[in-house]
């Protein structure tokens, strides 16, 4: 499998479930977008490129939501990463040995 990760600019959380879109193939390989997203923007991002490969979809959700406010979840995702501590995820994608590429958007710089 091959993972190519790309910043998907700055974004806040969504009400969509995590969860992927039904299995396409891209070429017999089938590829993954994957994105955490805070305001949105990662997920008009992320819909774009998963246009180009015809790729399959998931959106990046912890069971417990991190808070609205910015400054609160830049203090809980600091407090987890100095600790260690990785929050379990609402959902998984099942078959991800079956994709041969992962795309996986994150939020550049500080």
Not at 3 to 18: D, K, T, W
């Amino acid at each position: 499998m091959t993972a190519l990760a790309f910043p998907l600019g700055v974004g806040a959380g969504s009400s969509l479930p995590a969860v992927a879109t039904n299995a396409r193939q891209a070429g017999g390989a089938k590829v993954l977008v994957a994105y955490y997203t805070r305001t949105g923007n990662r997920r008009v991002i992320a819909r774009q490129i998963c246009r180009a490969p015809g790729a399959d979809l998931f959106q990046i959700r912890t069971v417990d939501p991190y808070p609205e406010d910015y400054e609160q979840q830049v203090a809980v995702a600091e407090q987890q990463r100095v600790s260690g501590f990785e929050p379990p995820l609402a959902a998984t994608v099942p078959d991800i040995k079956s994709c041969e590429t992962v795309f996986l958007g994150f939020r550049s710089g500080g």
